[in-house]
T-cell receptor
Framework: GAVVSQHPSRVICKSGTSVKIECRSL??????MFWYRQFPKQSLMLMAT?????????EQGVEKDKFLINHASLTLSTLTVTSAHPEDSSFYIC??????????FGQGTRLTVV | GENVEQHPSTLSVQEGDSAVIKCTYS??????FPWYKQELGKRPQLIID?????GEKKDQRIAVTLNKTAKHFSLHITETQPEDSAVYFC??????????FGTGTRLKVLA
């Protein structure tokens, strides 16, 4: 299957700082990328959908000013958690798809805010 | 919007037995139903999927069935092995690949 690379895999940051997570499609052009959040022992919850070159669509209850998503190219989307707090600690996973294929997941980023 | 329910939340089976996980969905427009296996701390991995024009699909020890009328689909794992132990998620989408996931099933295969 196609390769989606997510970086970093783990990050620890201080409360109040911002963290950027990158999601790259390595061997295909991702017209759409999705960002999910997964709390321990829970399911994956969709946060937002981003299409290349346009603004992301956020799911209900997700703060767009806190979780900034940029999808400036067909191979890269970034999620920035601004002014992170301990309750933002979670496993963040992206997925990417092209026009015809299924969506492929990145390896995930474990964010710990201390 | 779509809502996906998954049962059971935990499932323990003896090695060699079969395991069945069931999901129901609400949006009749959903037409693609993947199943993912997630090991602790790792990304979900697609193990099998089914589209709405098919009633059943099999891949070695894994099979998925779909009942469009009842809006439910199931994952069947036969001859379970300890390495099948993981969390399994079903998902549904209407083709946008905006996946709505079920709540997950923690499968334990006892040796």
């Amino acid at each position: 299957g196609a390769v989606v690379s997510q970086h970093p895999s783990r990050v620890i940051c201080k409360s109040g700082t911002s963290v950027k997570i990158e999601c790259r499609s390595l061997d295909f052009q991702a017209t759409t990328m999705f960002w999910y959040r997964q709390f321990p022992k829970q399911s994956l919850m969709l946060m937002a959908t981003s299409n290349e070159g346009s603004k992301a669509t956020y799911e209900q209850g997700v703060e767009k000013d806190k979780f900034l998503i940029n999808h400036a190219s067909l191979t890269l989307s970034t999620l920035t958690v601004t002014s992170a707090h301990p309750e933002d600690s979670s496993f963040y996973i992206c997925s990417a798809k092209d026009r015809v294929a299924e969506a492929f997941f990145g390896q995930g980023t474990r964010l710990t805010v201390v | 919007g779509e809502n996906v329910e998954q049962h059971p939340s935990t499932l323990s089976v003896q090695e060699g037995d079969s395991a069945v996980i069931k999901c129901t969905y609400s949006d009749s427009a959903s037409n693609y139903f993947p199943w993912y296996k997630q090991e602790l701390g790792k990304r979900p991995q697609l193990i099998i999927d089914i589209r709405s024009n098919v009633g059943e699909k099999k891949d070695q020890r894994i099979a998925v069935t779909l009942n469009k009328t009842a809006k439910h689909f199931s994952l069947h794992i036969t001859e379970t092995q300890p390495e099948d132990s993981a969390v399994y998620f079903c998902a549904a989408t209407s083709g946008t690949y905006k996946y709505i996931f079920g709540t997950g099933t923690r499968l334990k295969v006892l040796a």
